[in-house]
């Protein structure tokens, strides 16, 4: 006799669930356009029955909103770990890449969609995107404490550093770059940036 789902079972199944809503909507959003997009011409990409698809997200903006919710559950989590770890100065380098190569091809293209409507990420009710940004200042803040030089030159440099993801995939824009080389670019820029942070310039002699 088989038995029933667990409940932790269905929570999993309903998270992947609108996981793989999420990433056939935004595709359909980057490739068609938001406003061309409708519910109907999602469920009908994920071969559901919009009903089926209204059960799990109200709207277009609900889906944007947790797919921006997911990427500040991450930055958040990174902060919450860099909190808990020895404060040491490697922590800053060790924190930079988590978060660069935490990048996903999915998560790129979210960043892609973001950059090219502006005003749909700034009207999203909750914030998502601003609480990424929050995020990064809190991770920017809690290790510029560790650099071996702390003034407003180096805490700008380090925040450069966390968002060379972002620079390198707007750098790419037109080039057709496969996103392992975006995020190899990024964590390359970051590395030299963060390396560059972590030992002390000295003056004349």
Do not use: C
Not at 17 to 43: K, N, P
């Amino acid at each position: 006799m088989t038995s029933a789902p667990s409940a932790a079972g269905q929570r999993r199944a309903g998270e992947e669930t609108r996981a793989q809503i999420g990433r056939v909507a935004l595709d359909l959003f980057t490739t068609r356009g938001y406003e061309a997009t409708s519910m109907r011409e999602i469920a009908e990409e994920l071969g559901i029955k919009k009903a089926s698809l209204y059960y799990h997200f109200s709207g277009k903006a609900e889906i944007v909103r947790s797919l921006f919710d997911q990427r500040g559950d991450e930055a958040e989590d990174l902060v919450e770990w860099v909190r808990q770890q020895p404060r040491t100065p490697e922590l800053v380098r060790a924190a930079v890449l988590r978060w660069i190569d935490s990048f996903s091809e999915d998560k790129l293209r979210g960043l892609r969609f973001l950059a090219a409507n502006p005003l749909l990420a700034r009207t999203l009710e909750g914030g998502g995107p601003r609480r990424i940004g929050s995020a990064l200042t809190d991770l920017s803040d809690a290790l510029a404490e560790l650099l071996p030089e702390r003034n407003a030159e180096t805490a700008l440099r380090l925040r450069m550093a966390i968002l060379s993801i972002n620079a390198a995939l707007g750098a790419s824009t037109g080039g057709g770059f496969a996103g392992s080389d975006i995020v190899a670019a990024a964590r390359a820029s970051a590395l030299a940036a963060v390396d560059s942070l972590l030992i002390p310039r000295t003056g004349p002699a």
